[in-house]
């Protein structure tokens, strides 16, 4: 997939993982998470709260720690 990234003229990835994400910065690939494309859709008005969105991912066993999750519902001013 990275690979496909560096023949688009202006790619943006959607990576979780650490040792992907390791690679697209060494690639010089944007990139966003799950988290970002949350603030993203919040920011644009898509949602209304992405606390119910993270709760339901962490229901399911989206692992995020209690430091990101503080400082993603900051970000999304609902703190």
């Known amino acids: 997939m990275l690979l496909l990234a560096l023949e688009c003229a202006d790619p943006v990835v959607i990576l979780d993982g650490a040792l992907g994400r390791r690679q697209a910065e060494a690639l010089g690939i944007p990139l ?39 400082a993603i519902l900051s970000k999304a001013g609902e703190v």
């Open 32 to 70: 966003t998470g799950t988290l970002g494309i949350l603030l993203d859709a919040k920011r644009r008005g898509l949602v209304s709260s992405v606390t119910p969105l993270i709760d339901a991912l962490q229901r399911r066993g989206f692992r995020l720690s209690a430091n990101t999750r503080s």
